[in-house]
C-alpha cells in the first residue's frame, strides 16, 4: 500500500518533473504522451541503482512513478529465492536440461524477472551462449547478450526470436510470451535444443497451459516443450523487531489446510509496528507454486 515519505511544496512541483525528466532523458517539452526512461545513480564506485521512470499526464499535471532496479537482486542465489528444498530441486533440474521451456507466471511485481535472472546466473558459463530479449533490459548481466525491445522500427520479440536461432545459443529467455507468434518460435527454439525461460501473466501454474491453448498454440507441442510452470507471488514479510505472537481458532486453522496434529506445534505472528518497519512490515517473501 502507499504511505507518505515526504510531501515537498506545490511551488516545485512543475521544476522537480522536469528534473526527473531531464535525468531520464526525456523530452521535458512533452506532457501530453506517457513517456519512458531511465535514470542510473552512482552509490560508489563499485555500487550503481538504476531507475525505471514512467511519466503520465493526468487532469491535474503529470505523475511520475521511478521502479527501483538494484542489480544486486539478480544475484541473491537460488537459496535466498525462498524455495522448498523440493522446489529448488525441481528449478535446478528443469533449467540445466539441454532443451525445453520453464514458464514463470505471476502478476506484476511478483518477482518474475528475478527468478529469471537466478536462473540465468546458474547457467551463465563461459561454454554457454546465451541471449535475451528484455522490454526493457532491468539490469545488465556480464557474459548475456541482452537485447532491447524496440517495436518502433520492428523489433519485437517473435523477431528477436528468429534472429536468435540464427545466433547458435544454448539458452533464450523472452521477457514475455504476449502472442501466438511469439509462443510458437519460442516452443519451436525449446523442442530444437535449446533451453527457453520465459514468463507469462496467470494467476496459477494451470492456468498457464490454458493459457498458451487460448493463444492457439497445440497441445501436443506444449505438452512436448514445457519442462516447468512456476507461479509466483511477494507477501509483506513480518518486522523481526515487533511481530507478535497470536493465536486462531483450531477451525480456522483446518479451513485453511492444517491438521488437527499441526495445529499445537504451529506458531502465528501478527504485524505490530515499531520506529524500525512503521507499518509491521520489512521486505518481502517469495510464495511458489512449481509445477513440473
Not at 531511465?38 to 525505471?52: E, G, M, N, W
Not at 507441442?221 to 483450531?250: D, F, G, M, W, Y
Request: glycine share 6%; net charge positive.
Amino acid at each position: 500500500f502507499l504511505h507518505t515519505a515526504a510531501s515537498p511544496p506545490m511551488s516545485i512541483a512543475n521544476r522537480l518533473t522536469a528534473r526527473i525528466k531531464v535525468m531520464a532523458r526525456m523530452d521535458i517539452s512533452e506532457r501530453r504522451v506517457p513517456q519512458d526512461g531511465r535514470i542510473k545513480l552512482s552509490l560508489s564506485k563499485k555500487r550503481a541503482i538504476d531507475f525505471r521512470v514512467n511519466t503520465l499526464p493526468t487532469l491535474w499535471g503529470e505523475k511520475i512513478v521511478m521502479r527501483i532496479l538494484d542489480p544486486s537482486s539478480a544475484k541473491i542465489g537460488i537459496d535466498a529465492l525462498g524455495y522448498e528444498p523440493q522446489q529448488k530441486e525441481h528449478f535446478l533440474d528443469a533449467i540445466h536440461k539441454p532443451q525445453g521451456m520453464v514458464l514463470v507466471t505471476g502478476p506484476t511485481g511478483s518477482g518474475k524477472t528475478v527468478s529469471l535472472y537466478t536462473g540465468l546466473n546458474i547457467l551463465n558459463t563461459d561454454e554457454r551462449n546465451i541471449s535475451t530479449a528484455e522490454d526493457p533490459v532491468e539490469i545488465n548481466l556480464a557474459g548475456i547478450n541482452q537485447v532491447n525491445m524496440n517495436p518502433k522500427v520492428g523489433l519485437t520479440f517473435s523477431s528477436a526470436l528468429r534472429s536468435f536461432l540464427r545466433q547458435d545459443p544454448d539458452v533464450i529467455m523472452v521477457g514475455e510470451i504476449r502472442d501466438k507468434e511469439t509462443g510458437e518460435i519460442a516452443i519451436k527454439a525449446a523442442q530444437t535444443g535449446h533451453m527457453v525461460l520465459s514468463t507469462l501473466h496467470t494467476n496459477s501454474a494451470p492456468e498457464t497451459l490454458n493459457r498458451l491453448m487460448n493463444m492457439g498454440i497445440e497441445p501436443f507441442n506444449i505438452a512436448t516443450s514445457v519442462n516447468l510452470i512456476i507461479a509466483q507471488r511477494l507477501a509483506r514479510r513480518l518486522c523481526p523487531h515487533c511481530k507478535k505472537e497470536t493465536k486462531l481458532p483450531k477451525e480456522v486453522l483446518l479451513r485453511a489446510g492444517f491438521t488437527a496434529a499441526e495445529i499445537p506445534e504451529l506458531k502465528l505472528f501478527e504485524a505490530v509496528g515499531c520506529s524500525k518497519c512503521k507499518q509491521g512490515y520489512s521486505g518481502r517473501v517469495g510464495i511458489y507454486e512449481v509445477m513440473p
